[in-house]
């Protein structure tokens, strides 16, 4: 995976858990958390914030670690890996957060696109 794929696929893994962790952990307290990006021992310039609670952040650590790990040049997404690294409880707690949120940002991505279409009467 080049460098600029990993950094994606972490800013869209924050992005994602963030969403979730607002709408569904609304009154858990959140944590700052600002991750300084490496990947294959070199410092990629970059960082991702995102504020999580206790469960969503372990689950993103999670995620990182496995990121970090995957062995694929071209990474598959997860759900088509011929060598799935989730452990199968976090795999399935994943894909609903990604389903979730996938499904939200893209309703919201539409609503920009029509609230910016519409033309002055």
Excluded at 104 to 119: A, R
Aim: hydrophobic share 30%.
């Amino acid at each position: 995976m080049t460098n600029e794929k990993f950094t994606e696929q972490v800013t869209t893994l924050a992005k994602f858990l963030q969403t979730y962790c607002t709408d569904k952990h609304a009154l858990e307290p959140k944590r700052e958390i600002d991750l300084e990006l490496t990947y294959k021992g070199e410092n990629l310039n970059n960082s991702v914030r995102t504020q999580l609670c206790t469960e969503c952040e372990q689950l993103f650590f999670y995620a990182h670690e496995r990121l970090l790990a995957c062995s694929h040049d071209v990474k598959p997404s997860c759900r088509k890996c011929p060598h799935p690294c989730y452990e199968k409880p976090r795999w399935t707690q994943m894909a609903k957060i990604m389903r979730y949120s996938g499904v939200k940002l893209g309703l919201v991505k539409l609503k920009k696109i029509f609230t910016f279409s519409k033309t002055p009467e």
